[in-house]
T-cell receptor
Framework: NAGVTQTPKFRILKIGQSMTLQCTQD?????MYWYRQDPGMGLKLIYY???????DKGEVPNGYNVSRSTTEDFPLRLELAAPSQTSVYFC????????????FGQGTRLTVV | KQEVTQIPAALSVPEGENLVLNCSFT??????LQWFRQDPGKGLTSLLL?????REQTSGRLNASLDKSSGRSTLYIAASQPGDSATYLC???????FGAGTRLTVKP
């Protein structure tokens, strides 16, 4: 079982560059989430999706975009990378029902220089 | 807006001690609460899920309780071991909002 898979694991970007962080899950989960985690801090929700074709903003959406064309995939796009976006990014998924767990990917460590 | 607070931010205990980690939330209308463990540089591993209708959940040396009326959950770790050293996070599964975590160090 692959669960939630994130790629790449590490990336260094220059200011102003763009990139897409990939997230895919093989559990047929409707709900997917993107978080960022700054050093010594908890997780902040960037965007989430409750199903294919539906996305919504979380706590810290500025500077990011998402799409959800399939149930499996939920890519996160950075259009103009800034040093403030240096962080570890986590993707998660769940069925969205009340009694089920959320599962997390292993994270993408992004540095913007 | 739901706020989730974890106290203490860091905790250091000698091996063998029993300990309690706290998670507080401001809105009692929750679906369920999930406790996670995060090792340095790693992702999150689910430890326990407490449904809103439950008062506690147990897995091995871990016991999590939930008191919705007071907006609190506690994670009890019995007979702590150095391998328990990690950051522990709680999240409310309504909107997947996280606390900042408690960094636990268990000294041999």
């Amino acid at each position: 079982n692959a669960g939630v898979t994130q790629t790449p694991k590490f990336r260094i970007l220059k200011i102003g560059q763009s990139m897409t962080l990939q997230c895919t899950q093989d559990m047929n989960h409707n709900y997917m989430y993107w978080y960022r985690q700054d050093p010594g801090m908890g997780l902040k929700l960037i965007y989430y999706s409750v199903g294919a074709g539906i996305t919504d903003k979380g706590e810290v959406p500025n500077g990011y975009n998402v799409s959800r064309s399939t149930t499996e995939d939920f890519p996160l796009r950075l259009e103009l990378a800034a040093p403030s976006q240096t962080s570890v990014y986590f993707c998660a998924s769940s069925t969205g029902t009340k009694n089920t767990e959320a599962f997390f990917g292993q994270g993408t460590r992004l540095t913007v220089v | 807006k739901q706020e989730v607070t974890q106290i203490p931010a860091a905790l250091s205990v000698p091996e063998g001690e029993n300990l309690v980690l706290n998670c507080s939330f401001t809105d009692s209308a929750i679906y369920n609460l999930q406790w996670f463990r995060q090792d340095p540089g790693k992702g999150l591993t689910s430890l326990l899920l407490i449904q809103s209708s439950q008062r506690e959940q147990t897995s091995g040396r871990l016991n999590a309780s939930l008191d919705k009326s007071s907006g609190r959950s506690t994670l009890y770790i019995a007979a702590s071991q150095p391998g328990d050293s990690a950051t522990y996070l709680c999240a409310l599964n309504n909107d997947m909002r996280f606390g900042a975590g408690t960094r636990l160090t268990v000294k041999p």
